[in-house]
């Protein structure tokens, strides 16, 4: 191999001395050589052949301006065998090559040009008329061995002159170089492999060229993977007759092979496991794997004497197994398997190879399409999903696209006007709900007049209450002009509640903790520097000790909303008689009862209830107190207990036996506008006469989180200035709670 490189770089300097008299004589001889040492650097780099060969023929169309090129070549491996490859230049002519010209050439052992007539008659209906082209076909020998053939094909009217077979002889010894090269890199095939024809060896019949002429007009007209490789394994099946296939996709970055169409096999099985889609094997068992991993096509027939290449299917003793080369490397492998050990020759093999070679073009362009198909679907269902609305817009304000978000957040769906300006059309369906309506026109028109500009609004909404959040950006198209603008709106309606919520909390908390505060540091005061008569003392010391509890029982009430709020409350439930709730909660009651009348109504037969006997003493207590402070002017104050009636429940009210608690006040009553709210934490309605009385406005938020824990419900009625009525349910013991307790 060392005398054949050296022979080979001393032609190519006999060549470059020759030609370098005719240097001087004209510029083209000089381009020609510059070519020619370019290519002889190209032939000889680190880069697969195949990478080589499309470089090279790119620079030889610059000086010989063919239409396309075809290197026909036989590697010979380390171990005895050859290896059959063939390279063509890109952007190819769509008429077939005659290989029986090939075969023609090669035994002659002469270059040879010649016009020729190139048809693709073969396809019904073809729309490529007759032609005639120059044709130019070198075998490429060195020490008596045929290493190879370089073919080129010009339109006609285009002669390969005297100066293109001068160059092309002279890079003839640097192709059997590379050649010889590339073919000590291959490892060995195993034994019984073959993976194609001999230099004299057989080329495809007519019949099966016109079979491949015929299915390069369908693989042109696919852009589906599926299509398209399913249409690769019918034509293998139908042309080599082999009793099942399949095609798998390669993934190199996985070592894998990922199934895709299949066909032929008993119980629907392959490689012995579930013929599924997008099935993924490993690609370093069997000979589809191996075929993969070398990038070339590899046949058994007879795997019993492999029993290493396991065989695809059940029952197969022949397989082929055929790579489509994309960009250097296998993208795909067709697989084919037959009982019959004598199923596939040099002509099968021979045919699967050019089919998958007409097929690696397609292939990726189909791969790229589904690529690029599955990214936009993607990307689709994100945008679509995405609970910020986005939006975009051309530079007028129009509105280009939207996800459903979008038109949710603004409550335009089923929205129909077409076009969409947010500048005209937004602002008008918006107005009633607006409280601020020139502030979204001047953003959606500051938006025009500053187009590079970022801008941000926080807008609030009435009628239901909603506060938004709108981001417009700019968009620039690939030359950095701005295009557009992006709109992404948030509902940060929460957001503002909680603030609003934590505002109120730390208004109220520090109004009701500074009041009683000062009450006992004043009386403590007091009491401290000063002597007072006992009577004084006594009533300095309950003046203190009431405002001592309640500052104990607004403690208490933030403690119980943060258990109820982590879910950290558990029930100690028993069956409990409501009577001695009532009784206890009555002498409890009576000192605040100076400006009040209480009014008991329990049913004579009232029946035990379920409970947890401390909290719902609580809840009732929350009530009864609420009635005694928003009823500023006394009044009757009612409880009432009785087993309730369905008639009485509210619709959602869960089915069962229950227990009504009412409690009925004569004071100030809730405007129908705040009775919905009444029961969110820390909300108390704003009037002179709640600002007066105080609270936290916890007190209904934990009885209603107490009640549902039990598993009841708690409602409201009121009417402005004639009181109000609120009723909570309990549920009734049942027999097997009884008989627990």
């Known amino acids: 191999m060392e005398a054949c490189a050296r022979a080979a770089r001393q032609s190519v300097t006999v060549a470059l001395q020759g030609n370098g008299t005719m240097t001087a004589k004209t510029d083209r001889a000089s381009e020609a050589l510059a070519l020619l040492a370019e290519a002889t650097h190209c032939l000889h780099g680190e880069q697969p052949l195949q990478q080589r060969m499309h470089r090279l023929f790119e620079l030889l169309r610059v000086s010989l301006r063919f239409r396309d090129a075809r290197l026909t070549c036989w590697l010979q491996s380390a171990t005895p065998g050859t290896v059959r490859q063939q390279y063509y230049s890109?952007?190819?002519?769509?008429?077939?090559?005659?290989?029986?010209?090939?075969?023609?050439?090669?035994?002659?052992?002469?270059?040879?040009?010649?016009t020729i007539v190139v048809s693709n008659a073969a396809v019904v209906d073809s729309h490529l008329p007759v032609a005639q082209a120059a044709y130019l076909g070198a075998p490429i020998y060195w020490s008596g061995r045929l290493w190879g053939v370089l073919e080129l094909r010009a339109e006609h009217g285009h002669s390969f002159g005297p100066a293109s077979r001068e160059l092309i002889t002279a890079l003839l010894p640097q192709l059997a170089v590379a050649i010889a090269q590339e073919g000590q890199r291959l490892p060995a095939p195993p034994a019984g492999a073959s993976d194609g024809e001999t230099p004299t060896g057989l080329t495809l019949d007519p019949r099966r060229q016109r079979q491949l002429v015929?299915?390069?007009?369908?693989?042109?007209?696919?852009?589906?993977?599926?299509?398209?490789?399913?249409?690769?394994?019918?034509?293998?099946?139908?042309?080599?007759?082999?009793?099942?296939?399949?095609?798998?996709?390669?993934?190199?970055?996985?070592?894998?092979?990922?199934?895709?169409?299949?066909?032929?096999?008993?119980?629907?099985?392959?490689?012995?496991?579930?013929?599924?889609?997008?099935?993924?094997?490993s690609w370093e068992a069997g000979l589809a794997g191996r075929a993969a991993r070398?990038?070339?096509?590899?046949?058994?027939?007879?795997?019993?004497?492999?029993?290493?290449?396991?065989?695809?299917?059940?029952?197969?003793?022949?397989?082929?197994?055929?790579?489509?080369?994309?960009?250097?490397?296998?993208?795909?492998?067709?697989?084919?398997?037959?009982?019959?050990?004598?199923?596939?020759?040099?002509?099968?093999?021979?045919?699967?190879?050019?089919?998958?070679?007409?097929?690696?073009?397609?292939?990726?362009?189909?791969?790229?399409?589904?690529?690029?198909?599955?990214?936009?679907?993607?990307?689709g269902q994100v945008f679509a999903s995405l609970p910020t609305g986005l939006a975009l817009l051309d530079s007028n304000g129009k509105v280009l696209r939207a996800n459903p978000a979008w038109y949710a957040l603004f409550g335009l769906n089923g929205h129909s006007r077409t076009p969409f300006h947010v500048s005209l059309d937004l602002v008008e369906t918006l107005l009633p709900r607006l409280?601020?309506?020139?502030?979204?026109?001047?953003?959606?028109?500051?938006?025009?007049?500053?187009?590079?500009?970022?801008?941000?609004?926080?807008?609030?909404?009435?009628?239901?209450?909603?506060?938004?959040?709108?981001?417009?950006?700019?968009?620039?198209?690939?030359?950095?002009?701005?295009?557009?603008?992006?709109w992404a709106v948030s509902d940060v309606t929460r957001e503002g509640e909680a603030e609003r919520l934590k505002t109120e909390f730390v208004s109220i908390v520090s109004h009701e903790l500074r009041t009683p505060l000062t009450s006992i540091l004043g009386y403590t005061e007091l009491l401290l520097n000063r002597e007072f008569t006992a009577d004084e003392r006594r009533q300095f010391i309950s003046t203190v000790y009431v405002e001592a509890s309640r500052l104990s029982q607004l403690v208490e009430d933030l403690l119980n909303f943060s258990r109820l709020e982590a879910g950290k409350v558990v029930l100690n439930q028993w069956v409990t008689s409501l009577n001695s709730i009532v009784a206890e909660l009555t002498t409890q009651l009576h000192t605040q009862l100076a400006r009040h009348k209480l009014l008991l109504a329990v049913a004579p037969n009232l029946p035990p209830a379920h409970i947890d006997r401390d909290k719902v003493k609580q809840i009732i207590f929350n009530l009864l107190t609420n009635a005694i402070k928003y009823s500023p002017n006394g009044g009757e104050i009612a409880l009432e207990l009785h087993e309730a009636r369905p008639e009485q429940l509210p619709a959602d009210h869960p089915p069962g036996r229950f227990v009504l608690i009412g409690v009925h006040d004569q004071g100030i009553g809730i405007a129908p506008e705040d009775l919905a709210r009444i029961w969110e934490r820390f909300y108390r309605v704003d009037n002179t006469n709640t600002r007066r009385i105080g609270g936290t406005g916890l007190g209904l938020s934990i009885s209603k989180a107490l009640v549902e824990l039990h598993g009841g419900r708690i409602w409201a009625e009121s009417e402005l200035g004639s009181g109000s009525s609120f009723y909570f349910t309990l549920p009734v013991a049942s027999e097997q709670a009884r008989q627990a307790s």
């Open 214 to 281: 015929a299915i390069d007009t369908r693989l042109e007209e696919m852009l589906g993977v599926h299509d398209l490789l399913s249409l690769l394994l019918r034509r293998a099946l139908e042309s080599t007759g082999a009793e099942a296939g399949a095609v798998a996709l390669v993934d190199h970055d996985q070592g894998e092979l990922v199934l895709q169409v299949y066909e032929g096999y008993p119980d629907e099985r392959w490689a012995g496991l579930p013929a599924q889609s997008r099935q993924r094997l």
């Open 435 to 486: 409280q601020e309506p020139l502030t979204l026109t001047e953003f959606c028109t500051s938006g025009q007049r500053t187009p590079s500009q970022s801008r941000l609004l926080r807008m609030r909404l009435v009628n239901p209450t909603q506060e938004l959040q709108v981001l417009s950006v700019p968009t620039y198209d690939s030359q950095q002009q701005v295009t557009g603008r992006l």
């Open 294 to 379: 070398l990038g070339r096509a590899l046949l058994i027939r007879d795997v019993t004497l492999q029993p290493a290449m396991l065989p695809a299917g059940y029952g197969a003793r022949a397989e082929l197994a055929a790579p489509i080369l994309v960009d250097g490397r296998a993208a795909a492998v067709i697989v084919l398997d037959s009982p019959r050990s004598n199923a596939f020759g040099e002509e099968e093999l021979a045919f699967v190879r050019a089919l998958c070679d007409r097929a690696a073009h397609p292939l990726r362009r189909a791969i790229h399409y589904q690529d690029a198909l599955e990214s936009a679907n993607f990307l």
């Open 90 to 114: 890109a952007a190819g002519w769509p008429y077939p090559w005659d290989d029986a010209l090939t075969r023609q050439v090669a035994l002659a052992g002469t270059m040879e040009t010649r």
